[in-house]
């Protein structure tokens, strides 16, 4: 295993292993009580125990994390390039974009979902787009207001039409300001999506139809291991969404870690076609 791998894969998990660790040794340490903090097994347990229930929750929550998170970057693309290109559309919009974001998601989730429609999914999914959209415009109007002039004067000498400088020149310059963006939406969008499911409640026996009721029915029985398993399964879900956008970004951006052609593509071009 070489010098990156090690960095990459085994210091984040050592990471992890050391926060459970400090967490059993302070509930160790000081005694604490299990209904105020479990040990970090019983909340693991309290999941496992109980998958069979919690598992079609989670899978609901991922759900809607996905499915706001794709809706809210494509708003948030939509809107970044055309305040980039309007400059009037931004001055316009841009502060009431700012201030929308001023306003705490907790207070805003129960206007939606009154607006919306209690117990549907649709106030769940505005709630996540509410969150991802802001820091992907954001992204996308920084990304295109700093192309390198050069190139976009150089595009101009040779008769480039606005829409191939925009396609060759703009939208590669913005992909990595944009999945900074998506970084910070992707870590947003799970608590998102949690804090539309306790706005937006559909009740179904005991611990309702929800991973948000779950945790609320378990907190109301003081069922500490049970909140604090979910909270832990939740971080982990918010964690591997981030990867996977950051996986995304290394197959989109191959130019950021290789500037060289590819051996077998070097071999094409090497062999003209009438030797082949």
Do not use: C
Not at 56 to 62: A, F, G, N, R
Not at 63 to 81: D, N, P
Not at 143 to 151: A, K, N, Q, R
Not at 236 to 241: D, K, L, N, Q, T
């Amino acid at each position: 295993m070489n010098r990156k791998t090690f960095a990459k894969v085994i210091l984040p998990v050592a990471s992890f292993a050391i926060l459970l660790l400090l967490w059993q040794a302070v509930v160790v340490i000081f005694n604490v009580q299990g209904y105020i903090a479990p040990r970090p097994l019983d909340a693991i347990r309290a999941v496992s125990d109980n998958w069979s229930l919690l598992s079609p929750l989670v899978v609901q929550i991922i759900k809607e994390t996905v499915f706001g998170f794709f809706l809210g970057a494509l708003i948030g693309i939509f809107f970044g390039v055309v305040m980039s290109k309007i400059p009037f559309v931004q001055k316009l919009l841009y502060p009431s974009l700012v201030l929308s974001q001023a306003v705490p998601v907790i207070v805003i989730a129960f206007p939606l979902a009154a607006i919306l429609g209690f117990g549907s999914v649709k106030p769940i999914i505005a709630i996540v787009v509410w969150i991802v959209f802001f820091p992907v415009t954001v992204s996308v109007i920084d990304g295109l207001g700093h192309v390198d002039h050069d190139l976009l004067n150089l595009a101009k000498v040779y008769g480039a039409s606005r829409w191939r400088t925009f396609i060759q020149i703009e939208v590669p310059a913005t992909v990595s300001p944009l999945f900074s963006g998506l970084k910070i939406g992707a870590t947003y969008a799970i608590t998102g999506a949690f804090i539309g499911e306790l706005a937006s409640p559909e009740q179904v026996g005991n611990t309702g139809s929800s991973l948000a009721l779950y945790v609320q029915h378990a907190e109301s029985n003081l069922n500490s291991p049970a909140v604090y398993g979910i909270t832990l399964l939740m971080a982990i879900i918010g964690v591997a969404w981030f990867l996977t956008v950051v996986g995304l970004e290394v197959v989109s951006t191959p130019w950021l870690r290789r500037t060289t052609v590819r051996r077998w593509r070097r071999r094409d071009i090497a062999t003209p076609e009438g030797d082949q």
